[in-house]
């Protein structure tokens, strides 16, 4: 909170026009002589603490007032002291907060307030001696007297497949990805500082680069990288399609004088996006809820329709993270989530949904080549009544898992699941998640009616079934820095065939073959740059290209094809076939079976490509 505090002979102000969020029991004019004038901003930050920043201000303004003799109090909202200012209802909240507190004070204070959310016009006039003009900046949780927050508990253990319950300790010795998952979750000591492997390549390969002209962690996007993110939400779609979901689409900024979107706005840990639109404050969303719910809202529901599935590929979402934190595509501040949200009849449908979508997220991991490990999270209630459940799931998924139970519910979910690829330092990647929200819906009234006429505010379910799409490609690339011969899978891969004529007469022959594989759905271009054949092949390694064609003159005169086939390729040691046409089609379609295609964003031709970087 911001204060500024003036000493004045006389102050009045009169409302003349209201807004949107005006308060509607004002007094629409009033004055007072000798008073301390008190023009206050509530910032976004008083929402942590409402009790205590009314509890400091008070403090200040008493002292004040005490000091320069005064008892008349005028308080003013005053929303230009800031630019970070708090929801319409918690600026409220708070200044009739510091209103009743200041009356309740034994130095029979005079106190009065204009309203808040009208254009007013107002007269000062001010004293003039040295301490007629103060300002004070207010934190929550700075005063002495601030109550603890409530400390919630946190007992980790792991479940195995076989329903054994083990110490998680046990788990964090070695080298293995779930291991790795469990040494964080217990908050052994990391590799902080080291940048990670993901951050040379995505711009080595001109797949994404950091944007200098935005603010920190906003992107610009290449051909071959937006390629490659297009292909991977066209993957999540045809996914949740078949899941039966239904896409949508939604703003990316909300109205925080809503009431729903305020509280649900502060339940969410990470930092905001907010701004001045006019004069309605506003924010940019952290994920598709906002409007998903506000759909459901608006929606006629019957208990015959659920579970219903709503989807949308949030571009994009929006979290203030701390400067420092923001690194490569692993942290950003803008980025694509793939959110899907779904509205359960009760808790016992709830939990058969979760169990399909948390298998969705594994399987994303294998479809995607990058090994997940899970670690599932929940109040101590849910664990005791469906512990039975929890261990279900885990004997489903195979593997053993890491269990968090919280003392008690501090968020809109009651159990969530994050699953996590580990990065070439041995560092989460957390992707895929499913939540089980019991807040949402009563916040944004969304509700059916039983046969009986009863109201029912139903569980909602939170799904992404890959993480954002930037953690998908973060987790790729690091995968690769495990490997011999780093790859993308064929079906991503920016390029899946490189055409290499040895001469120049044999680029008429390669566009012949190019065109019957483009017409196959096969992503090729042709080198035809003036440029040694040894280097052409070099360069085709680097953009790591799957399938390598040599064009020259014995493949026009027969027809077989000299392929280089980098998945089956070792370290320095290339791995060539001979293969007719056909088989090279046939071959580039069994590695992408299944999977969605788009054709080549870069030219055909490598002598007319551009170098982004």
Known sequence: MRLLLIHSDHIEYEARKKTKVAEEDAVPKDALDEALAVFCAVESLDEENIDDVVRQAVEEIVNTARQLGTSNIMIYPYAHLSSDLAPPEVAVSVLRGIEGALREQEDGFVVKRAPFGWYKAFTLSCKGHPLSELSRTITPGEGASTAAKKEIEHEFFVITPEGERRDANEYAAGNTPF??????????????????????????????????????????????????????????????????????????????????????????????????????????????????????????????????????????????????????????????????????????????????????????????????????????????????????????????????????????????????????????????TVQIDVESAGRFDISYYTPEGQEIHPPILHCSPTGSIERVICAMLENTATQEVPSFPTWLAPTQVRLVPVAERHVSFAEDIAARLRAAAIRVDIDDRDESVNRKVREAGMDWVPYVVMIGDLEAETGRLTVTIRRLSEKKIPYRETMTESELIQAVRMESDGKPFRPLYTPGYLSRKPRFI
């Not at 899970?374 to 109040?379: D, H, L, N, S, Y």
């Open 179 to 432: 291991a790795s998952l469990v040494q964080k979750e217990l908050g052994h000591p990391g590799k902080e500082g080291v940048e990670p492997a993901h951050v040379d390549l995505m711009r080595a390969k001109e797949l994404v680069d950091y944007e200098p002209r935005s603010d920190v962690g906003h992107l610009r996007w290449m051909p071959r990288g937006k390629l490659i993110r297009d292909l991977l939400a066209d993957y999540v779609l045809s996914q949740v399609l078949d899941y039966g979901a239904m896409p949508v689409e939604t703003p990316v900024m909300y109205d925080l004088a809503d009431r729903a979107i305020a509280e649900h706005a502060a339940k969410f840990g990470e930092r905001q996006y907010r701004f001045k639109s006019g004069n309605r404050d506003m924010m940019l969303r952290f994920a598709a809820c906002f409007g998903m719910f506000s759909i459901m809202n608006d929606m006629h529901i019957s208990p015959n329709t659920l579970p219903m599935k709503l989807y949308e590929l949030s571009t994009y979402s929006f979290r203030h993270e701390q400067k420092g934190e923001v690194i490569g595509l692993k942290r950003l501040r803008a980025f694509t989530m793939p959110d899907m949200h779904t509205l359960c009849r009760d808790m016992e449908g709830a939990l058969a949904v979760f169990e399909e979508q948390l298998s969705m997220g594994w399987k994303s991991g294998r479809d995607l080549e990058t090994p997940l490990v899970g670690v599932f999270r929940c109040t101590r209630d849910f664990f005791e009544q469906y512990e039975p459940w929890v261990k279900k799931i885990v004997a489903d998924s195979g593997v053993p898992m890491l269990i968090e139970v919280l003392s008690e519910r501090s968020h809109y979910w009651i159990a969530k699941v994050d699953l996590a690829a580990i990065d070439a330092q041995g560092r989460p990647i957390e992707n895929p």
